[in-house]
Structure formats: C-alpha cells, structure tokens
C-alpha cells in the first residue's frame, strides 16, 4: 500500500476514530494519543491492509481495543481517577471542624491506599472517578459480581477501620 492511498483510506476515518477514542475515554489527550498509536499500527501493517475489507470496522475495532487496553493499564488509573486528585469542598468556616475533616480525609487516604490494589482501583473508578459498575466493568475486564464484592469489602475496610 503506498503513502497516498494509505492516507486517503485511512485519514479520512481520523474524525470517526477520534469519536470513538473519545467516547471510550473521556478525555482529549488519551483519545488523541490512542489515535496516534492507531495509525502507527496500522502504517506499520499497511502491507496486510490491502486484504481488509473493510477499512473503518477494521479501524473502529482497533481503536477500541487500544482504548480498552489503556483503561486496564495501571497508568489509566493514576490520571485524576483518584483519591490522591479528589479535590474535597471545604464547608466549614469554623477552623476545629476544618481541621478535623482534614485529619479525617488524611486518614481515608491512608486506609484507601492499605488495601488490595484491585480494591483500590475499584474503589477509585467508582467513587471518584464517577464510572459506573458497567463501566469499571469494561475497563477492568473484572466480571460485575466481582465488582460488587471488591466495593463491598473496600467499603467495609474503610468503614471498620474509620471507627477505631
């Protein structure tokens, strides 16, 4: 496949993939990089391309692929999706109570970040990354009962060791 059939092919799905990437991520930057790695898969293959037959359902699946791929990285959970970025409202004018919901957000930390690494990444998708359970569901490759029992007895940690 040479360079100008390549791009006349394949470019002109670029705001399709974007799309796609975007609705998967919800984020700009991932979705622009995802896109980015897409098209050096596919320059890298362009020699097997001429057997597709369809070029956009190729490309669609590729593209999800790569998306999910990077949700179930470690990294796709470090971004914003977690307690340490959660940016908690401040209510309080009275500087006693101030202090102590500091102390106590300190401590929430502390406990999310004492439990199992599947717990913790359950817990940040759903909590403060606002996913749903379908959502963690496809990000994580984990089954929804799974889920479930992982919030369970996150939430059940935390709540046991926040009353001692």
């Known amino acids: ?3 100008g059939s390549f791009k006349q092919v394949y470019f002109s799905l670029h705001p399709k993939l974007y799309r796609v990437a975007y609705a ?3 984020n700009t930057e991932d979705a622009e990089d995802i896109i980015q790695d897409a098209y050096y898969k596919l320059w890298d293959d362009r020699e097997k391309l001429t057997d597709i037959q369809k070029p956009e359902a190729y490309c669609v699946t590729l593209v999800k692929h ?3 791929d990077f949700l179930r990285s470690p990294k796709a959970t470090r ?3 977690n307690i340490d970025n959660y940016d908690f409202p401040d209510n309080s ?3 006693e109570t101030n202090i102590e919901n500091k102390e ?3 401590k929430i930390k502390t406990i999310i970040h004492g439990l199992p690494e599947k717990q913790q990444r359950i817990l940040n998708l759903r909590v403060f990354a606002g996913y749903s359970p379908e959502e963690i569901e496809t990000i994580t490759g984990e089954s929804s009962a799974n889920i479930r029992v992982l919030l369970l007895r996150a939430r059940n940690t935390l709540k046991m060791k926040l009353k001692h």
């Open 79 to 81: 971004n914003d999706n």
């Open 93 to 95: 004018a009275n500087i």
């Open 1 to 3: 496949m040479t360079a």
């Open 104 to 106: 106590t957000i300190k």
């Open 24 to 26: 998967i991520l919800k």
């Open 66 to 68: 790569l998306c999910l």
